[in-house]
């Protein structure tokens, strides 16, 4: 659900950008006041493993569409609210700047239709309610009804969104009645991926969730192994998994072409799209998960392939996860000196 430049007016861009930095500087503060030292390496491995589950697109059958893991839930069940959308903004910036997954002036949009509903919304006024419950499945049930209902809401701010940049080729009833379907399908997917790593925090470390019904399910064991376990799914999953991601179009592209014919869109005459897309080619150097050298004819029809082993992709997961864990972890780690400084100047 990573939208294109070309979706959206630069009015609107510009202002969802004040918006998602505003959002950040306040979780900084946050964070800053209660981020505990155990969840600053968290917020980089779960970066990490985020940002290789991303690369999986799984198909959704019967609709030659695919999906793929949002991980705000994930983030925000793990970390708190503010300390994972800060980690959901480090994955879209890495993304968008070094992958181009995502477009420079989409990226405020992204970050709060990815980051805002899952982290802000859907978190506290679904999940840790359903949580809470005495019900011996309700984190299942918090899992997946909070994952349908912020890929919903983020799903629908899209469409909003291409509206009030008066994108034409895509009206609004058309396209809403395309994209919350398909994104009602990948959310329930979603919902049990989060259900399963809930399930492996509440054995490993349920002090980790802040439901006290579920930190008192099971007997606690060392932070370690959920770091370890996460950094090694990670790697795996980026490294090797991500050969098998469905090569149909995600869920917005399918309701694109559903709508307007095509799955993507030529951005208007403008100089902030085309400064933007030429800064994008500068600071991408493996534009959608590939190398950038161009393939020879046999790699094209090696690409046709499935799975698709490709070296580039390989490196793509393992370099972008290893950025996105040295940003989320470096932005835990500053924040926490920050508030040590901050400790001592005030004794």
Not at 25 to 34: D, E, L, N, T, W
Request: glycine fraction near 10%; aromatic fraction near 10%; charge should be neutral.
């Amino acid at each position: 659900m990573h939208m294109a430049d070309a979706l959206i007016s630069p009015a609107v861009g510009g202002t969802f950008w004040l918006i998602s930095t505003g959002l950040v500087g306040y979780s900084c503060r946050k964070v800053k006041a209660a981020l505990s030292d155990s969840k600053v390496p968290l917020m980089g491995v779960v970066g990490a493993f985020v940002f290789a589950a991303q690369m999986i697109n799984f198909t959704v059958p019967g609709t030659g569409s695919s999906g793929h893991l949002g991980g705000g839930l994930i983030l925000a069940i793990l970390l708190g609210p503010w300390a994972g959308f800060l980690v959901m903004t480090s994955v879209l910036t890495v993304q968008a700047l070094f992958f181009a997954d995502g477009g420079l002036l989409a990226l405020g949009c992204n970050i709060f239709n990815l980051g805002f509903w899952t982290c802000f919304v859907a978190y506290p006024l679904v999940y840790k309610k359903i949580a809470s419950l005495p019900l011996k499945s309700s984190f299942f049930w918090a899992a997946m009804l909070s994952s349908v209902a912020g890929l919903q809401l983020g799903a629908f701010s899209v469409v909003l969104q291409t509206v009030l940049s008066g994108v034409s080729e895509l009206p609004f009833v058309t396209f809403v009645a395309a994209m919350q379907p398909i994104h009602l399908a990948i959310g329930i997917v979603e919902g049990f991926v989060t259900a399963g790593v809930v399930a492996f925090v509440v054995r490993a470390q349920p002090q980790l969730l802040e439901t006290p019904g579920l930190m008192a399910a099971a007997k606690p064991a060392s932070t370690k192994l959920v770091v370890m376990t996460l950094m090694i799914a990670a790697v795996v999953v980026g490294g090797a998994v991500s050969w098998f991601a469905s090569a149909y179009p995600d869920g917005l592209e399918w309701s694109m072409s559903k709508t307007s014919g095509t799955e993507e869109l030529d951005a208007p005459d403008h100089p902030v799209y085309s400064h933007l897309t030429d800064l994008q080619a500068q600071t991408a150097f493996l534009p959608d998960y590939g190398f950038k050298e161009r393939p020879s004819p046999q790699a094209d029809k090696n690409s046709q392939r499935w799975p698709a082993v490709n070296a580039g992709t390989t490196v793509s997961g393992l370099v972008g996860g290893l950025l996105t864990l040295t940003l989320a972890f470096g932005i835990g780690f500053l924040l926490k000196l920050a508030k040590k400084h901050s400790t001592a100047s005030a004794a």
